[in-house]
């Protein structure tokens, strides 16, 4: 019996780039997905005015404070 595709990762880190690039890259990099993919995004803030254009093109995300100016947001297409 086959086992189902996990998918792959695609990671990006954005620290360091000035706004609104964090942003573009971001929604440029979830266009690349397949159906069990996802995207997991190191970033320096919250990116809390993403997320409605995440939702708006079929995505859900799940997000993680690591520490002080660090989180981790990981991206996957909606079910």
Same mark, same amino acid.
């Given at each position: 019996? &086959?086992? =189902?595709? %996990?998918?792959?990762?695609? $990671?990006?880190?954005? $620290?360091?780039? /000035? =706004? !609104? /690039? =964090?942003?573009?890259?971001?929604?440029? @990099? *979830?266009?690349? +997905?397949? !159906?069990? &993919?996802?995207?997991? *995004?190191?970033?320096?803030? /919250? =990116?809390? !005015? +993403?997320? @409605?254009?995440? %939702?708006? @093109?079929?995505?859900?995300? &799940?997000? *993680?404070?690591?520490? %002080?100016?660090?989180?981790?947001?990981?991206?996957?297409? @909606?079910?």
């Amino acid at each position: 019996m &086959d086992k =189902p595709s %996990e998918g792959r990762t695609v $990671n990006l880190d954005v $620290n360091g780039l /000035e =706004p !609104p /690039e =964090p942003m573009v890259r971001i929604l440029e @990099a *979830v266009t690349t +997905l397949g !159906p069990e &993919d996802r995207l997991v *995004v190191e970033h320096f803030r /919250e =990116p809390v !005015p +993403l997320y @409605a254009h995440l %939702e708006a @093109a079929g995505f859900a995300h &799940d997000i *993680v404070k690591l520490g %002080e100016s660090r989180y981790r947001l990981t991206i996957r297409r @909606a079910k």
